[in-house]
């Protein structure tokens, strides 16, 4: 299994900036999948952004040129400009390749107004 420890998340104000980070250890394969997804209370998990370990990324339409997802190594980053009340949620990194997917316990984003 692959074990994923969230860091960075706090209280900012809107406008401000944040950055998450994401730990990865244990049995990581070569050709995987990160993300960052978030969960704001009453609501689903959604994916909001993702990148492979070949560097290509994709982001949803929701934070699309405020955040940027990156990777160094077994470490996953989400930096997070231009925020907004609406981020206000619980972050959580996740991976995932052939053989399964993994999610870390999540570091909570409150953006206030």
């Known amino acids: 299994q692959v074990q994923l420890v969230e860091s960075g998340g706090g209280l900012v104000q809107t406008g401000g900036s944040l950055r998450l980070s994401c730990a990865a250890s244990?049995?990581?394969?070569?050709?995987?999948?990160m993300a960052w997804g978030r969960q704001a209370p009453g609501k689903q998990r959604d994916l909001i952004a993702t990148?492979?370990?070949?560097?290509y990324t994709n982001y949803a339409d929701s934070v699309k040129g405020r955040f940027t997802i990156s990777r160094a190594k077994n470490t996953l980053y989400l930096q997070m400009n231009s925020l907004k009340p609406e981020d206000t949620a619980v972050y959580y990194c996740?991976?995932?390749?052939?053989?399964?997917?993994?999610w870390g316990q999540g570091t909570q984003v409150t953006v206030s107004s």
């Open positions: 996740r991976y995932n390749d052939y053989r399964f997917q993994s």
């Open positions: 990148v492979t370990s070949g560097g």
């Open positions: 244990g049995s990581i394969f070569s050709q995987n999948e």
